[in-house]
C-alpha cells in the first residue's frame, strides 16, 4: 500500500522503520515542527524527521492541517492509507476522507480507557496491573474510533512509565503491522467503542510531581513510577528538592507519615506502609542511592523527613 506516515516522537519513528521494513511504500511523512532542546537551546529534527530524511522520504512540518494547502497536497501525495502513531494534531474531516482505507491510529492504551496524550504514565500511576495497545481508526473525537486490534501488555510492580513505554512500543509496533495487513488482505474487521467505559489520560504538569508521606505508600509507589522519566516525583526536605526515582513498597510496615524506619537502606513510613527510597536526586546533587543520601544528613531511625 501507498502510506502517508503522520507521527512525532520515538515510538512513531520505530513505526515507520518497520512499515518501511514490511516493505510498504512511504509517500511522505508529516511531523511536528523541530524543537529547540537542552540548557543550549539546540533547534532539534523530531525522531520522525530523522528517520524519513535517512530514507529519503519527504518530510512535512505544517502548524496546521486545517488549511485547503495541506488537504490539497495530501491528495497529491496519493496515500491508500494514512498511519498516525503520536502526532499531536487531530485530523480534520477533509483529511480523514482523503485515503482509500480510511486512517489508522496506534494507541497505547487499551481503549476506550485512557484516552488522551499520557495513557502509559496514568495507567502507572493508577496502579494498573495490565494496559495494552489499540488499533483504531480516526475520527473527528479524540482517540474515539473503531477498533481494528488491540493486544494488551503486563505492567510490572515496579517498573516505570519509561520501561513500560519501552516495551509497549514494540508490541505496538507488532500490532499495527498486523492491523496494516489485515487492511490489505481485505480482512479487516473494526468494533466500535463503548463510550460508557472510557477513562482519560490528560497530559502530565510539573505540579503533579510533588508529594508528602501523608499518603499511602502503595499510591506514592505508583505515583513515583508513572512520573519517571518526566517530571519525576519530588519531596521537599530542608527547602529544597529532592526528586525520588525509584522505590519499593512494604503495605505492612507501619510508622508516623515520614518517620524513617531503617537508614540501610531508606525506609520511611507513610500513611499505610512505606517505601524504600532506592535512588533520589537531591536538589543541585547527582543521583545516588537512596541509604548514600541518609548517611550524607546523618539520619537516624526515628527522623522525620516532614
Known amino acids: 500500500m501507498n502510506i502517508l506516515f503522520m507521527g512525532t516522537p520515538d515510538i512513531a519513528a520505530a513505526a515507520l522503520e518497520a512499515i518501511l521494513d514490511a516493505g510498504h511504500t512511504v509517500c511522505g511523512v508529516y511531523t511536528r515542527a523541530d524543537k529547540p532542546v537542552g540548557r543550549k537551546q539546540v533547534l532539534t529534527a523530531p525522531p520522525v524527521k530523522r528517520t524519513a530524511m535517512a530514507h529519503g522520504i519527504p518530510v512535512f512540518q505544517p502548524g496546521t492541517l486545517r488549511d485547503a494547502a495541506q488537504a490539497e497536497n495530501i491528495r497529491a501525495l496519493a496515500p491508500e492509507l494514512i498511519v498516525v502513531v503520536a502526532y499531536g494534531r487531530i485530523l480534520p474531516p477533509e483529511v480523514l476522507a482523503i485515503p482509500q482505507y480510511g486512517c489508522i491510529n496506534l494507541h497505547v492504551s487499551l481503549l476506550p480507557r ?7 504514565q496514568w495507567a502507572v500511576i493508577n496502579g494498573e496491573k495490565t494496559t495494552g495497545v489499540s488499533i483504531m481508526y480516526l475520527n473527528e ?22 520501561e513500560l513505554f519501552e516495551r509497549i512500543t ?47 505508600a502503595r499510591r506514592l509507589h505508583d505515583l513515583i513510577r508513572g512520573l519517571n522519566p518526566w517530571p519525576v516525583a519530588y519531596f521537599g526536605y530542608g527547602g529544597k528538592k529532592v526528586k525520588v526515582l525509584r522505590t519499593l513498597c512494604d ?56
Not at 114 to 120: D, K, M, N, S, T
Open 170 to 216: 514494540q508490541e505496538g509496533v507488532r500490532t499495527l503491522l498486523a492491523a496494516m495487513e489485515d487492511i490489505a488482505a481485505g480482512t479487516a474487521q473494526a468494533r466500535p467503542q463503548n463510550d460508557a467505559e472510557a477513562t482519560l489520560a490528560p497530559p502530565l504538569t510539573k505540579e503533579q510531581a510533588h508529594f508528602g508521606f501523608d499518603a499511602p
Open 114 to 120: 485512557y484516552r488522551g496524550a499520557a495513557p502509559v
Open 141 to 162: 473525537g479524540l482517540d474515539t474510533g473503531d477498533i481494528l486490534r488491540v493486544s494488551p501488555v503486563e505492567i510490572g510492580e515496579n517498573e516505570t512509565s519509561g
Open 251 to 306: 503495605d505492612a510496615a507501619a510508622g508516623a507519615p515520614g518517620e524513617i524506619l531503617s537508614t540501610k537502606p531508606l525506609k520511611v513510613a507513610c500513611a499505610s506502609g512505606a517505601l524504600t527510597l532506592l535512588e533520589v536526586v537531591p536538589e543541585g546533587s547527582r543521583p545516588m542511592e537512596g541509604s548514600a543520601w541518609a548517611a550524607g544528613r546523618r539520619f537516624t531511625n526515628g527522623d522525620k523527613l516532614q
